[in-house]
């Protein structure tokens, strides 16, 4: 260990004692960014940063489970993203998968998928199902993989799903918009049922949500990070963690 390492750990031990566990976000959306920034600076292949960043998951959800984090969202890969040429999807895809079976293994986490499945490669969707499947059992952490994921097509497939379920029911189109309201599509949302993100942190420097859980973070607080998602150190998770803390949340009010 060289002194610079030393001095992070003292420091994060010294942020660690002084966090409020009554304070801590329960459920947290991340935003991946910067593998690829990452493996450019470091001399590395985009591959190389992928699977950096898909090792760093496990780490993150370590310290997670440490501070009493009870909902983890990670977007790793967008609906936009299934647009990238075929020689960056192929190897994209094949590092995620490894990511959500290491995940389905490690046998502490409930995985549950979160995008929308049919825009996926047919081996994508079995890893995702058979992990989700795997998990259903466990207790930790309910961990949310956003994969092939954006916000304007979850809001879209929700009301989709809405007018599917109501049409099933032979309701008229009269009776059910004297009946819609913001906690109906709550319950066709794919988080339906689980908390709305407290904190999302993006890490890349990068101040934008890109269409990240666009209707669930209304009230969200954010966290902006410079440094790319593979150095992302716990120290700077405890710093966003302190972060929160210290905001008022007001919801509007």
């Known amino acids: 260990m060289n002194l610079r ?47 950096a960043g898909a090792d760093k998951i496990q780490e993150l959800l370590g310290w997670c489970a440490e501070t009493d984090v009870e909902v983890v969202t990670l977007w790793m890969l967008s609906t936009d993203n299934l647009n990238r040429p075929e020689e960056q999807l192929v190897p994209l895809l094949g590092i995620i998968e490894d990511a959500v079976r290491a995940l389905a293994a490690d046998g502490r986490w409930r995985v549950h998928h979160v ?23 466990n207790t930790g952490i309910l961990v949310n993989v956003a994969v092939g ?29 004297e009946v819609v309201d913001i906690d109906l599509i709550s319950e066709h949302l794919y988080t339906r049922g689980q908390p709305d993100p407290d904190l999302v942190i993006r890490t890349s420097g990068e101040q934008r949500l890109s269409g990240f859980m666009l209707w669930q973070s209304a009230h969200s607080e954010y966290y902006f990070c410079e440094v790319h998602w593979p150095a992302f150190r716990k120290v700077d998770f405890l710093r966003a963690l302190r972060d929160y803390a210290a905001r008022h949340r007001r919801f509007g009010n």
């Open 5 to 51: 390492d030393l001095v992070y750990g003292l420091y994060a031990r010294r942020v660690e004692g002084r966090l409020d566990h009554a304070q801590v976000p329960k459920h947290i959306g991340v935003i991946l960014d910067g593998n690829r920034r990452w493996a450019k600076a470091s001399g590395g292949t985009p591959e190389q940063g992928h699977k």
């Open 115 to 137: 995008g929308t499945m049919d825009l996926l490669p047919a081996r994508t969707q079995t890893v995702l199902k058979e992990a989700e499947q795997a998990t259903l059992g």
């Open 149 to 177: 994921y954006g916000g304007r097509q979850e809001i879209a497939d929700a009301v989709r799903s809405l007018l599917l379920d109501h049409a099933e029911r032979g309701t008229s189109f009269e009776e059910l918009a």
